[in-house]
């Protein structure tokens, strides 16, 4: 029987993305230029934001496995470079000031296909890199491959952090924007899955777990550590 939300968190793994960084702006324009890169017509946010929320930016286009992994790569090249579109998240400092000031080691684990350091360097413009004592990311662009239903999985990457950060899953929480990574992280065994509501998925779009928290933004992150803690804010 799955367990509810260990009050006991003192390892936290971060996703990126729509999670600490706004980049619905940046991921439609890198969208864009990889459509045209293969001579596909560019498409307007709203039908992006659909493909992207349904996990289906590479499969809605019907490509075979290998140029698929092309097309992926060419998409976070091209949204690596746009970096001047990113902007912190309402709360995103603050929630990780106060796990730091806790003594609670947090980790980065993003499905960027970038180096550790160039996401370091990114946060750095940011002021976060010195909260994270490990980043883990997918690694350089050649070595980027979808799973077979054209996904990017992070199961990987969640034992990596573990493994750096010598941590049990029971033990950590995973906080994303993405449902479809919560239910990786519930199926990894994280003690606790936190679901931010900045990447315009609804509360209900997320798994119906006791070990599943969800707020609007990072702004909540202090009442949730009280309400987890059982003290007042």
Request: proline residues 4%; glycine residues 10%.
């Amino acid at each position: 029987m799955a367990q509810s939300a260990d009050p006991g968190t003192r390892t936290w793994l971060f996703d990126l993305d729509g999670t600490l960084v706004a980049s619905v702006e940046r991921f439609h324009a890198a969208y864009c230029a990889a459509l045209g890169a293969i001579g596909r017509p560019e498409v307007d946010e709203p039908t992006f934001l659909a493909r992207y929320r349904s996990g289906e930016l590479a499969t809605s286009l019907s490509l075979p496995a290998d140029a698929a992994d092309g097309f992926w790569r060419r998409l976070m090249e091209f949204f690596v470079a746009r970096g001047d579109l990113a902007s912190l998240l309402p709360g995103a400092d603050e929630a990780l000031a106060q796990l730091a000031a806790r003594g609670d080691r947090i980790a980065l684990v993003t499905g960027r296909a970038a180096s550790e350091e160039a996401v370091r360097d990114e946060l750095r413009g940011h002021g976060l890199d010195s909260y994270f004592a490990s980043v883990v990311t997918l690694g350089e662009l050649s070595g980027l491959r979808l799973t077979a239903s054209g996904a990017v999985t992070k199961i990987r990457l969640f034992e990596r952090a573990c493994a750096e950060l010598e941590i049990e899953p029971a033990a950590a929480a995973l906080v994303t924007d993405w449902p479809v990574e919560l239910d990786e992280g519930l199926e990894f065994g994280f003690g606790t899955c936190v679901g931010v509501l900045t990447g315009g998925y609804r509360r209900e779009d997320f798994p119906a777990d006791p070990r599943v928290r969800t707020v609007a933004d990072l702004t909540e992150f202090a009442h949730l550590l009280a309400s987890m803690e059982g003290v007042p804010a």
